[in-house]
């Protein structure tokens, strides 16, 4: 027999086993699949950071015709539910209750000071313990107070003229709707979790079984060995990213603005670096409990908070920043979210899919190295 | 009684103390996440890319600009001269947002009427977009204000007088840190609890534990009594970096804050103790901690606010502890809550910790092989 | 016999190897010289620690030597790993069987690995499959195999590319005594027909009588290479079978084991073995044996007797009298049954684990559960100590059933379960006020009993050392101190002398009759025949039921005939499986 044809058929022979195991290991199944769609039902329901009736009180120390119309400015708005209270210390009250988030305050003297001197203030309370949430709900009052001023304008047969006037215009997710760019980024972490924590626990379980140690006797080369694991796995993580994709598609409506096929290069690239990371693992941890653990905290954790998945990456510390170029879900989500928002933006993409390719040379070049049929 | 509840418990700490493997769970993922969670997790906008695009080049656009290189949420990476270079500054994400300013900004403005001004923003990441959009209305609104006052323009005939409470910088590493109190206890109580039974049924011990002429109940207090003294004081230690390292202020009685933190750590030893009597072995019990973990901490309002998801999911909160401690933890930190407004908060807590345990007395007597 | 051109199956030269755990550095082969003769059947023995594991794990190319040379079949296993582990077969202590796959499915990845064509496959497969006797269950996942079979499969994996120097590391541990005999009788079979080498560790000393030659290990150094007999032959004349009808057999071996004159005591059958210490008449005037007398015969030494000399050379302080437990419950010894067992069955699923189990124990007896590993007798046992539900009939023990007994009646029973099962991260001492605690002794009571565990079991040196770092007799001694804490009037033991050198399982036994004399009642399970013999009555299990019940002699002389004049209990075990196979196979 030639050599090989010796090498085809183990791997072969560990193709099979790895995918029987697979297939027969309800766990295997459940990080696989289940995991994904827990996950994507979790953020792309439970998680969203665009506010929407937001509770807000509203006190009116003297009705008239002005204060309603300022009123209804806030009712039409989807943004808030307001609420009437007779007097600020009642409204500051329930801000302290937590019973509303904000309160607009329109003092006794508001149409008065409105029809005489033109500089009638409107006291915004918020309650900035949430400071993004009250950031966005500062943004959406200017809102609704400068839709009120035109109308107020108009009805006074005049025409508000602002020195300057904001036109926008918001590119690739013009509603800024948050599911549109956190499912997309969830892929990532699908695959991380598939590819890195999935491989390593397997490999940590054939040490902890003994089995591995009747896999290393035999004539098996060490490459072939990782192959034959990397193969099933890899299948499974692309698996588990179509199943993603088709959620994040059609249960969320996320538009896929860019190519599938470009979408299925990238992802393989990922892919790869995440099984590598999950190989380098298991050739430090041989019991799961360590293998989970390191998993967790340097592939899981990292492409959760550090990749740009939620967090904006500029906007953390320097040093932070710098951390975030070793963790290879940065590179694809950025890729992802553009490949899903904007198109097949090349620039993008292919200046971090070289980071990737990169960073897999270095972890399988790592693994080679480290590797060894031994058992120590 | 006490006799055999003071023995299990000093055991079982000192099992866990003298474990490197344990050590490491109790010091190094919280280190790790304090870290991570105390500055990664910002949604603050700081030092966001924008391109100039100045059509106008006269005096009034170049005061704007001004303000725009004076801000310190943004930085210009680029000065732009035409159209076509707009689409690959914000496709290639070298800019977040285009400031285009009309060729006839100045002309206008300086004749009374209103000059416009575009802004070009990338929405991939809606959020960051949302802050960006808000910086900038912020800053022409200023600028408003001060053309129209130093022109004796009229303004408009109202104004917004905006004060945010608590958290006047409307910094979010005020919200973030306190959040992370509840989060690391919760993780390390889980931890502690949940794999207790687990390793010892590995061990074998657990047979052993259970032939001696301890009862039941007197196992899960002895049990306990480990989560809830290392959750206590990991939970003061990451109080005190919070106070003391990140300057959060602690506004409110301590008292109230332990009151609960004792509750929550009832609460969640209680759930850690029903993972643990239903694991067979430690890699179920990390397992079953992972899978509750993570839902509680997404659906607790640590990162994004509960009343943002859909109705049904908001009811599911509800059997949160979380959701509650992180609602003490801010009310105290922040908002200077004392015990009569978190009275809501405690009773829920108390309630889950109490049917949690009683579950778990429960589940323990039933899988006892 | 050895041929001469052909090249030594194994060789080694000035073999070294160490492992550092922490700051301790293990010393486990320490300048091995050996060579092992290709065709036969070497043995490799030793107790807990010698070296076996490693020197098999070095020679299949798992473990890289620090010193010295080691050549397989001729080759050199540090420079040619991968031509070494194509023409050997290793099957290591814990095969690792895919429990998920089928016993096809291992089959086929083995032969995928091992490079085993097609064609050849078909042939080689029924083969092997008849030779272990798994061709019937080729679509049964390994998982649900019992012990003896997985271990028959491992051997057919290891088997599947006809190997030409065979590794086995303890292949028999926990096996049963049928699929023993099985094992060793494939291993014989492949050596006389196929011609291959093996080398096999083994814990069983009778095994290694059936080796064609024997390596003896011990902490890491060579102690002996030779013929089985070469090892027992210079004994001759020391060994004797000693009776005496008015003194009852465990007895007469503790004073026996106390007589200067005796190295060795130990009970066997009805009888009790003695090594002298020198050759010459053996005087046991001292005994008063009363006017019956003591019986003595002269026996031919076997390849235990050699062992333990041996080894009580190396390290004199087993010899050394452990002192005598002073137990202050002591109890007459009257016949009332403390533990009641009435057609007992345990369910898991559909499966049978324990089916109409009955038996009784009385105070002060040595109470033995026999069978091999899922027989049954774990779930038996912990059922009685109320770890696990009965799904049928009634146990009692001391009146209660512990299962719904109150606290209290468990503070009259020791338990020691089958591994090692104290808190191996807590230190000895730390371990032993735990369990004084739970079982609520307190104040003086509880400072005494600590004091009686650390001198009585000779672990004050190890005190503030983490349990689990004990070596493996002294863990066996801590699990025992921490069970009689309390003083119990029932001891449970599970498997208590699995995996344990035959010095300490000596030295255990010594314990447990001592106990016995004081009117404690013991329940032991184990799948030792041999120690069956210390029992005063007993039960052999099998397939969750009960196959003969009564006392050792009574069991053996079931089948004593012209074959066999005196049975072993091996060989009545044996009889009993296939009694009842024979039965199971007539048509229902």
């Known amino acids: 027999m030639n050599a090989r044809g010796g090498a085809l058929m183990r791997l072969r022979g560990m193709v099979r086993k790895e995918s029987l195991q697979i297939l027969r290991d309800p766990s295997s199944i459940a990080i696989a699949f289940v995991m994904p769609v827990v996950l994507l039902l979790l953020f792309g329901y439970g998680v969203s950071l665009d506010a929407q009736h937001i509770p807000l009180a509203m006190v009116i120390e003297r009705p008239d015709a002005n204060s309603a119309s300022f009123a209804a400015a806030f009712q039409q708005s989807e943004y808030f539910s307001p609420r009437r209270f007779d007097s600020i210390q009642d409204a500051e009250q329930a801000l302290r209750e937590r019973q509303v988030d904000g309160i607009v305050w329109l003092r006794g003297d508001f149409s008065r000071r409105l029809l005489a001197a033109g500089d009638a203030p409107v006291g915004v309370i918020l309650n900035g313990v949430d400071a993004n949430q009250a950031r966005i709900a500062s943004g959406y009052i200017q809102g609704a107070w400068q839709s009120w001023l035109q109308a107020y304008a108009s009805s006074h047969g005049q025409e508000l003229t602002l020195p300057a006037a904001v036109e926008q215009r918001v590119w690739f997710n013009p509603a800024l709707r948050s599911r549109n760019f956190l499912v997309p980024g969830l892929v990532a972490v699908i695959m991380t979790l598939i590819g890195a924590l999935l491989t390593a626990l397997v490999v940590a379980r054939e040490w902890e079984r003994g089995t591995m140690e009747a896999l290393m006797v035999t004539p098996i080369r060490i490459g072939e060995l990782l192959l034959g694991k990397l193969l099933p796995y890899f299948v499974l993580g692309m698996g588990g990213m179509l199943l993603s994709v088709a959620m994040a598609r059609w249960q969320f409506g996320v538009p896929l603005a860019g190519s599938f096929w470009l979408l299925l290069a990238t992802s393989t690239l990922f892919m790869l670096v995440a099984l590598g990371m999950g190989l380098l693992i298991s050739t430090v941890a041989r019991n799961q409990f360590v293998a989970g653990q390191i998993a967790i905290l340097v592939t899981f954790l990292p492409a959760f908070i550090l990749s740009g998945f939620i967090f904006d990456i500029g906007s953390m510390p320097a040093p932070i920043q710098f951390i975030t170029h070793v963790v290879p879900a940065r590179y694809f989500v950025a890729i992802l979210q553009t490949l899903f928002l904007a198109g097949d933006v090349w620039p993008v993409v292919l200046g971090n899919a070289a980071a990737l390719l990169l960073m897999m040379l270095i972890f399988f070049a790592v693994l080679g190295r480290k590797a060894r049929k031994r058992l120590e | 009684m006490l006799q055999h509840i003071l023995a299990l418990a000093l055991k079982e700490l000192l099992a866990l103390l003298r474990d490197k493997r344990s050590r490491f769970v109790l010091i190094g993922p919280p280190i790790a996440q304090l870290l991570v969670f105390g500055f990664a997790a910002t949604f603050d906008l700081q030092n966001a890319s924008i391109a100039i695009y100045d059509q106008d080049q006269g005096a009034a656009a170049r005061e704007l600009i001004a303000r725009f290189e004076g801000s310190r949420n943004f930085e210009v990476v680029a000065r732009i001269d035409h159209d076509a270079q707009v689409a690959p500054l914000i496709d290639d994400r070298q800019a977040l947002l285009v400031l285009r300013i009309d060729p006839r900004f100045s002309q206008e403005i300086l004749s009374g009427g209103s000059g416009s001004v575009q802004v070009i923003l990338d929405g991939r990441n809606s959020n960051t977009a949302m802050l960006a959009l808000n910086y900038t209305r912020g800053i022409v609104t200023d600028f408003n204000d001060t053309w129209a006052a130093r022109h004796g323009r009229s303004g408009p005939p109202a104004h917004l007088e905006i004060r945010p409470w608590y958290n006047a910088n409307l910094e979010s590493r005020w919200f973030v840190v306190p959040g992370i109190v509840g989060l690391l206890t919760l993780v390390v109580t889980l931890i502690v609890t949940a794999l207790s039974v687990a390793r010892e049924r590995e061990a074998g011990t657990f047979d052993q534990l259970l032939v001696t002429p301890l009862r039941p109940v007197e196992i899960l207090i002895g049990k306990s009594i480990p989560g809830l003294l290392i959750g206590l004081l990991q939970g003061s230690l990451i109080v005190a970096i919070a106070v003391h390292g990140f300057g959060i202020p602690l506004r409110g009685s301590v008292g109230a804050l332990y009151l609960g933190m004792a509750l929550f750590l009832l609460s969640a030893v209680g759930v850690g103790l029903m993972i643990s009597s239903l694991a067979v072995t430690q890699q179920q019990g990390l397992l079953g901690a992972f899978l509750f973990m993570v839902p509680a901490i997404i659906l607790s309002g640590f990162a994004t606010p509960i009343a943002n998801m859909p109705e049904a999911v908001q009811w599911l909160t509800y059997i949160n502890p979380l959701r509650y401690f992180l609602i003490v933890l801010r009310g105290v930190f922040l908002q200077g809550d004392s015990y009569a407004l978190l009275m809501d908060q405690y009773w829920p807590m108390a309630l889950i910790g109490l049917v949690s345990l009683i579950l778990a007395g429960w589940l323990f007597r039933h899988r006892m092989y | ?588």
Not at chain 3, 95 to 100: A, Q, T
Not at chain 3, 102 to 121: C, F, P
Not at chain 3, 197 to 222: K, N, P
Not at chain 3, 411 to 417: E, K, P, V, W
Request: aromatic share 6%; hydrophobic share 45%; charged share 25%.
């Open chain 3, 1 to 588: 016999m050895v041929n001469a051109g052909s090249p030594a199956a194994l060789a080694c030269h000035g073999l070294g190897k160490t492992f550092s755990s922490g700051s301790r550095v293990i010393q486990a082969l320490d300048g091995i010289d050996l060579t092992v003769t290709p065709g036969r059947i070497t043995g490799l023995i030793g107790p807990d620690g010698a070296g076996k594991t490693t020197l098999m794990r070095l020679a299949a190319g798992l473990l890289r030597a620090d010193a010295g040379e080691l050549r397989v079949l001729d080759l050199d296993v540090s420079r040619e790993p991968l031509a070494v582990q194509s023409v050997i077969g290793y099957m290591p202590q814990r095969f690792g069987l895919y429990e998920d796959l089928s016993v096809q499915e291992n089959l086929d990845l083995y032969a995928d690995l091992q490079g085993v064509l097609a064609v050849e496959r078909r042939g080689r497969y029924a083969e092997l499959l008849h030779m272990v006797g798994l061709a019937r269950f080729t679509a049964r996942l390994a998982g649900r195999l019992s012990g003896g079979m997985k271990q028959k499969l491992g051997l057919a994996c290891t088997l599947v590319r006809p190997p030409r120097l065979l590794l086995l590391d303890e292949p028999t541990v926990g096996v049963d005594p049928v699929s023993r005999r099985e094992l060793w009788a494939i291993v014989q079979r492949l050596v006389r027909e196929e011609g291959v080498s093996v080398l096999l560790s083994t814990a069983y000393l009778d095994e290694a009588e059936r080796c064609d030659e024997v390596i003896l290990l011990h902490q890491g150094r060579l102690l002996g290479q030779g013929t089985p007999a070469s090892f027992s032959e210079p004994l001759t004349g020391r060994c004797y079978l000693v009776n005496a009808p008015t003194i009852p057999k465990r007895r007469l071996q503790m004073r026996l084991t106390a007589l200067p004159a005796v190295a060795d005591a130990i009970i066997q059958g009805e009888s009790v073995r003695v090594v002298a210490r020198a050759v010459g008449p053996l005087d046991l005037s001292s005994l008063d044996a009363g006017p019956a007398g003591v019986e003595i015969r002269p026996v031919v030494p076997n390849f235990e007797d050699a062992f333990i000399i041996r080894l009580q050379g190396e390290h004199d302080a087993t010899t050394e009298e452990s002192p005598p437990l002073p137990m202050a419950a002591t109890m007459a010894n009257d016949d009332a049954a403390v533990i009641r067992v009435d057609r007992v069955q345990r369910r898991f699923g559909e499966f049978y684990a324990v089916k109409d189990v009955s038996f009784e124990v009385r105070r002060g007896e040595i109470f033995g559960l026999l069978g091999a590993n899922g027989a049954g007798k774990s779930t038996t046992f912990r059922m009685l100590c109320g770890l696990l539900p009965a799904s049928g009939g009634q146990l009692e023990v001391a009146g209660h059933d512990l299962r719904h007994a109150a606290a209290q009646a468990r503070g009259r029973i020791g338990y020691m379960a089958q591994r090692f099962s104290l808190y191996g991260n807590l230190t000895v001492a730390q371990n032993l006020r735990f369990f004084a605690s739970a079982y609520g002794l307190t104040g003086q009571r509880r400072r005494e009993r600590i004091r009686w565990a650390l001198d009585g079991f000779d672990l004050e040196r190890y005190a503030d050392m983490a349990s689990g770092d004990l070596p493996l007799g002294y863990k066996q001694r801590l699990a025992m101190a921490a069970a009689l804490m309390h003083e119990p009037d029932i001891l449970f033991l599970d498997e208590p002398t699995s995996g344990v050198d035959p010095l300490a399982r000596r030295e255990f036994w010594h314990r447990i009759n001592l106990l016995a004399e004081q009117g404690v009642t013991v329940l032991v399970t184990t799948h030792f025949m041999d120690e069956a013999n210390y029992c005063d009555r007993l039960v052999i299990m099998a397939d969750g039921e009960v196959l003969a019940q009564g006392t050792p002699a009574e069991t053996k002389a079931r089948f004593r005939d012209a074959e066999r004049s005196d049975p072993t209990m091996e060989d009545a075990f044996i009889a009993l499986i296939e009694q009842r196979a024979q039965t199971a196979g007539e048509p229902a």
